[in-house]
Nanobody, 128 residues
Framework: QLQLVESGGGLVQPGGSLRLSCAASGSTLKYYYAIGWFRQAPGKEREGVSC????????YYADSVKGRFTISRDDAKNTVYLQINSLKPEDTAVYYC????????????????????WGQGTQVTVSS
């Protein structure tokens, strides 16, 4: 049974950077169709941030983070990362990683319902 644990969040000043980690156990991440990063700020809807497709390494990003965030994976460590740079106060949120078992027709990478496994989240706070 797959378990996901996020880490790497913290308090950072605007313009700063963090590297978030999504460590998997109980199963092998590369066997899942896609791994996504989502975030949720207080009072806001959960939104997709990024996704990486295991089979070919294709990546996707929300417009709001494109050029600032980078998703990557390390199969040897069974871990997916999200490098978050040039941080803005509006990036403040709890960041979650999630795993999708299979592709879903008629869906987008950012549709949270398609992801079956979720981590507990890690808090990112961007403030001066």
């Amino acid at each position: 049974q797959l378990q996901l644990v996020e880490s790497g969040g913290g308090l950072v000043q605007p313009g700063g950077s963090l590297r978030l980690s999504c460590a998997a156990s109980g199963s092998t991440l590369k066997y899942y169709y896609a791994i996504g990063w989502f975030r949720q700020a207080p009072g806001k809807e959960r939104e997709g941030v990024s996704c990486i497709v295991s089979s070919d390494g294709s990546t996707y990003y929300a417009d709001s983070v494109k050029g600032r965030f980078t998703i990557s994976r390390d199969d040897a460590k069974n871990t997916v990362y999200l490098q978050i740079n040039s941080l803005k106060p509006e990036d403040t949120a709890v960041y979650y990683c999630a795993a999708d078992i299979t592709p879903h027709s008629g869906s987008s990478w950012s549709d949270d319902w398609m992801y079956e496994y979720w981590g507990q989240g890690t808090q990112v706070t961007v403030s001066s």
